[in-house]
């Protein structure tokens, strides 16, 4: 009789987790954020659960205690290198007893924050980090499709030769 193989199991996750997809991370975008920004565009992620894209803050206060940061400059030029690489955006102005609040871009703004932001919220991410993609080169493109129409007027061709010989 053979042995059964025990497999071990992975242990469960406590907690939530953030995912960040791989076509942003390969990104120009992505790969061009400082330490501080990519560390912060973390930290976004640590307090998003799926159903808040929208009403994220930075408040230096929090950010201070609950994630580590020392400065609030640094924060603040983090926030402005993420909105520049398009991988956030600003969803509500701070003021008066009020803090500024943030979506990820490569997810939807969720409807359940409407109420709390000043732009409308998304059916689909808006993915603004993508402007950064450089553009497909146009020459090769064009010859591209010359190459496939003159192959589909020589197909067009032999296959009426092929018919009349018939």
């Known amino acids: 009789m053979p042995k059964k193989v025990k ?12 995912a960040i997809p791989h076509q942003v991370t390969g ?5 061009s954020l ?3 920004a990519a560390k912060l565009l973390i930290d976004f992620g640590s307090y998003y659960r799926g159903n808040n894209n929208g009403d994220l803050s930075a408040s230096f206060k929090i950010f201070k205690k609950e994630r580590g940061w020392k400065s609030s400059g640094t924060l ?3 926030i402005k290198e993420l909105i520049k690489y398009g991988l956030i955006v600003k ?3 701070g003021g008066k007893n009020k803090c500024c609040l943030y979506g ?11 109420l709390k932001m000043d732009i409308p919220p998304t059916v689909k991410p808006t993915n603004n980090w993508k402007r950064f993609e450089p553009l497909p080169n146009i020459e090769e ?3 591209r499709v010359k190459d496939r129409v003159e192959k589909e007027i020589i197909r067009g061709i032999m296959s009426y030769a092929k018919n009349y010989a018939n």
Do not use: D
């Open 7 to 18: 497999v071990k199991q992975a242990p469960l996750v406590v907690g939530g987790y953030f």
């Open 27 to 31: 990104s120009i975008a992505y790969r």
């Open 34 to 36: 400082s330490s501080h």
């Open 76 to 78: 603040a030029r983090a």
């Open 91 to 93: 969803t509500r102005q």
């Open 104 to 114: 990820l871009t490569f997810w939807k703004l969720n409807e359940e924050c409407a």
């Open 141 to 143: 493109s064009q010859a």
